[in-house]
């Protein structure tokens, strides 16, 4: 049994849980579920956007974008607060850009405009110069991964590096670059919006 299962609330596992997928005329696809615990809600918005897209000129501009997406005060001048309790965090892998957010369910409709907002980053004043060193230090495994990525895929786009220097990158695009690219990849028909305890239809 789950822990979940232990304390009499249903797994996340579990495929009763799942209650409506729904893809929308403009190609997002949309899926709800009931998890645990219940006062809480939790959404994934994904792209199809990961580094395997990016050109050979555009080495280490998704890991910078993904270091945009999970802090709002790196978004427009009057950036979005989100409600006291909540937890962002995004993630990048060869095939996915994504961010998950966590917070009170009944503030669910914050956190779907929040993701509205950062979804239109065309709509932003992104300052790339000033944003701050990425703090994230990959580990051994994680350069092992990449090796032996490189050593699969050669010179193919699954070979590019997630763990790109940002540094580098912070000061090598500017805004338009960011904007060029969710416009070619971050679009309705490359995304999946996933909630758990938000009503389908919000």
């Known amino acids: 049994?789950?822990?979940?299962?232990?304390?009499?609330?249903?797994?996340?596992?579990?495929?009763?849980?799942?209650?409506?997928?729904?893809?929308?005329?403009?190609?997002?696809?949309?899926?709800?579920?009931?998890?645990?615990?219940p006062?809480?809600?939790h959404l994934?918005?994904?792209?199809?956007?990961?580094?395997r897209y990016e050109t050979s000129n555009q080495r280490g501009l998704v890991r910078l974008i993904r270091g945009i997406m999970d802090n709002p005060k790196k978004i427009g001048r009057n950036p979005i607060r989100l409600p006291p309790g909540s937890e962002i965090a995004s993630f990048l892998t060869p095939d996915i850009l994504g961010v998950?957010?966590?917070v009170p369910r009944?503030?669910?409709?914050?956190?779907?405009?929040?993701l509205d907002r950062f979804t239109a980053l065309k709509d932003c004043d992104l300052d790339l110069?000033?944003?701050?060193?990425d703090g994230l230090s990959p580990g051994p495994s994680t350069f092992a991964?990449?090796?032996?990525?490189?050593?699969?895929?050669?010179?193919?786009t699954l070979a590019n590096p997630i763990e790109f220097k940002l540094p580098e990158s912070r000061l090598k695009y500017t805004d338009d670059d960011v904007r060029h690219f969710a416009a070619t990849h971050?679009?309705?028909?490359?995304?999946?919006?996933?909630?758990?305890?938000?009503?389908?239809?919000?």
Do not use: I
């Open 44 to 51: 994934v918005l994904s792209y199809r956007a990961g580094t």
């Open 100 to 102: 998950a957010l966590t």
């Open 129 to 133: 110069s000033v944003l701050p060193k």
């Open 145 to 156: 991964t990449e090796y032996v990525r490189r050593a699969a895929y050669g010179n193919g």
């Open 186 to 202: 971050m679009v309705a028909n490359n995304a999946a919006l996933v909630g758990v305890n938000v009503k389908h239809d919000e």
């Open 1 to 37: 049994l789950s822990r979940a299962s232990a304390r009499g609330g249903p797994s996340l596992c579990d495929p009763w849980v799942q209650e409506r997928l729904t893809r929308l005329r403009s190609g997002l696809l949309v899926a709800s579920a009931k998890g645990f615990p």
């Open 39 to 41: 006062d809480r809600s």
């Open 106 to 114: 009944h503030r669910s409709n914050q956190a779907l405009e929040y």
